[in-house]
């Protein structure tokens, strides 16, 4: 059976400070995945994440466990890389969006001239992952951490310290851009074919 | 029936659009072929979001935050023993050296005439003015360790000294590092 992620935190806080590579093992790939989202560089995104782990195992005994794991440190994984980009001078992430709830009321858009989608061709993955790699952090972080980690809003809220409209706006707004450049392309492809 | 938006949409999708509303756009969607497209393009878009593949870090990236985090962690005692073995080499050799030329004493004096034998001469001359001053306080005891030292059972307990001596040692200096890091962190 596989241990859970308090079980190693207890082994860790008793003296086992082994056991905490395990935590490290279990979480990094999914934690890099998001800091390479923010950051859009590797070795930022690397650097970021290794004092992030550092951090969180330092501040393992005021783990209050009101949170999982999980939540706790991609809190800790979104602060160090919100510094990041402070000392960038370019972090948008926790500027707060004006409400706008017309936009989320946005009708679905009557595209007269539909291009063929295929929907689970390579294409489509291509350029989805390419519109994501090119799209503003504060929509990529949270885009990130609602479909890859699968957190809730109240995850995201508590990750973040966003208020939850903006959660919101950002993560319509990310889905709207790649729709937008998934049926651009497809149509550009079209006329190709037809021309 | 009011048509969808597409947050609404968004939500029918992720499962957190509000029970009765989700039943109204799933009577609209199952009419709606535009209405099922665009559903279509929404999980597909989210697939391919979650299946965007993982960006991993170097191989080497969980030792290098438990190098962080733990620092001494990889010198294992046999990493300690052999990291310090130089000065273990330099101890020996330096106690290998003494005991010869204790050996070898005023022996090893004799027919002399380069410069590292004189120094040996003047060395054997201090060793028996030495030898020669202390004789009377260890005259008594010198028979009995003399024997001590040719039977068999003595030289077992000068080896057993000798190997004491030596793990004293190696034990000395692998503590102090396997300790001093453990009181460091």
Same mark, same amino acid.
């Given at each position: 059976?596989?241990?859970?992620?308090?079980?190693?935190?207890?082994?860790?806080?008793?003296?086992?400070?082994?056991?905490?590579?395990?935590?490290?093992?279990?979480?990094?790939?999914?934690?890099?995945?998001?800091?390479?989202?923010?950051?859009?560089?590797?070795?930022?995104?690397?650097?970021?994440?290794?004092?992030?782990?550092?951090?969180?195992?330092?501040?393992?005994?005021?783990?209050?466990?009101?949170?999982?794991?999980?939540?706790?440190?991609?809190?800790?994984?979104?602060?160090?890389?919100?510094?990041?980009?402070?000392?960038?001078?370019?972090?948008?992430?926790?500027?707060?969006?004006?409400?706008?709830?017309?936009?989320?009321?946005?009708?679905?858009?009557?595209?007269?001239?539909?291009?063929?989608?295929?929907?689970?061709?390579?294409?489509?993955?291509?350029?989805?992952?390419?519109?994501?790699?090119?799209?503003?952090?504060?929509?990529?972080?949270?885009?990130?951490?609602?479909?890859?980690?699968?957190?809730?809003?109240?995850?995201?809220?508590?990750?973040?310290?966003?208020?939850?409209?903006?959660?919101?706006?950002?993560?319509?707004?990310?889905?709207?851009?790649?729709?937008?450049?998934?049926?651009?392309?497809?149509?550009?492809?079209?006329?190709?074919?037809?021309? | 029936?009011?048509?969808?938006? @597409?947050?609404?949409?968004?939500?029918?999708?992720?499962?957190?659009?509000?029970?009765?509303?989700?039943?109204?756009?799933?009577?609209?969607?199952?009419?709606?072929?535009?209405?099922?497209?665009?559903?279509?393009?929404?999980?597909?878009?989210? !697939?391919?979001?979650?299946?965007?593949?993982?960006?991993?870090?170097?191989?080497?990236? !969980?030792?290098?935050?438990?190098?962080?985090?733990?620092?001494?962690?990889?010198?294992?005692?046999?990493?300690?023993?052999?990291?310090?073995?130089?000065?273990?080499?330099? @101890?020996?050799?330096?106690?290998?050296?003494?005991?010869?030329?204790?050996?070898?004493?005023? #022996?090893?004096?004799?027919?002399?005439?380069?410069?590292? !034998?004189?120094?040996?001469?003047?060395?054997?001359?201090?060793?028996?003015?030495?030898?020669?001053?202390?004789? +009377?306080? !260890?005259?008594?005891?010198?028979?009995?360790?003399?024997?001590? #030292?040719?039977?068999?059972?003595?030289?077992?307990?000068?080896?057993?000294? #000798?190997?004491?001596?030596?793990?004293?040692?190696?034990?000395?200096?692998?503590?102090?590092?396997?300790? +001093?890091?453990?009181?460091?962190?």
């Amino acid at each position: 059976m596989k241990t859970t992620d308090s079980e190693i935190i207890r082994r860790v806080i008793n003296g086992d400070q082994r056991a905490y590579a395990e935590l490290v093992d279990r979480h990094k790939d999914k934690a890099m995945t998001l800091a390479v989202r923010m950051l859009k560089n590797r070795s930022e995104a690397e650097e970021a994440l290794q004092d992030a782990f550092v951090r969180a195992y330092r501040a393992l005994p005021s783990f209050e466990r009101k949170s999982t794991f999980s939540t706790w440190f991609y809190r800790i994984v979104f602060n160090v890389c919100s510094s990041t980009l402070n000392k960038r001078g370019s972090n948008n992430l926790l500027s707060i969006d004006i409400e706008n709830d017309d936009e989320l009321k946005t009708e679905i858009p009557s595209d007269d001239d539909e291009p063929d989608i295929e929907l689970e061709s390579k294409e489509f993955s291509e350029i989805v992952r390419r519109e994501i790699s090119v799209m503003e952090e504060s929509y990529s972080s949270i885009l990130t951490m609602f479909f890859l980690q699968e957190m809730s809003y109240e995850e995201i809220i508590s990750v973040t310290g966003l208020p939850l409209g903006t959660v919101k706006n950002r993560l319509f707004r990310a889905r709207m851009q790649l729709r937008t450049a998934v049926l651009r392309h497809f149509s550009e492809m079209k006329q190709m074919v037809n021309a | 029936m009011k048509n969808p938006t @597409m947050q609404e949409l968004m939500e029918y999708v992720d499962g957190t659009l509000q029970p009765l509303r989700y039943q109204e756009v799933e009577k609209l969607i199952s009419t709606s072929p535009k209405l099922q497209n665009e559903i279509l393009l929404l999980k597909s878009m989210r !697939t391919a979001v979650q299946n965007d593949a993982l960006v991993f870090p170097s191989k080497k990236f !969980t030792s290098h935050v438990m190098k962080e985090i733990i620092p001494t962690q990889q010198e294992s005692l046999w990493f300690q023993l052999v990291k310090n073995s130089s000065n273990m080499f330099a @101890m020996v050799l330096v106690l290998s050296m003494i005991g010869i030329v204790l050996a070898l004493g005023p #022996a090893g004096t004799k027919n002399n005439s380069n410069l590292i !034998t004189k120094s040996i001469e003047s060395y054997s001359s201090t060793y028996n003015s030495v030898v020669e001053s202390f004789s +009377h306080w !260890t005259k008594p005891y010198a028979q009995p360790i003399d024997h001590i #030292a040719k039977s068999s059972s003595g030289k077992f307990l000068y080896l057993g000294l #000798a190997a004491f001596f030596i793990f004293m040692i190696v034990d000395g200096v692998l503590n102090k590092k396997y300790f +001093h890091a453990r009181i460091k962190h």
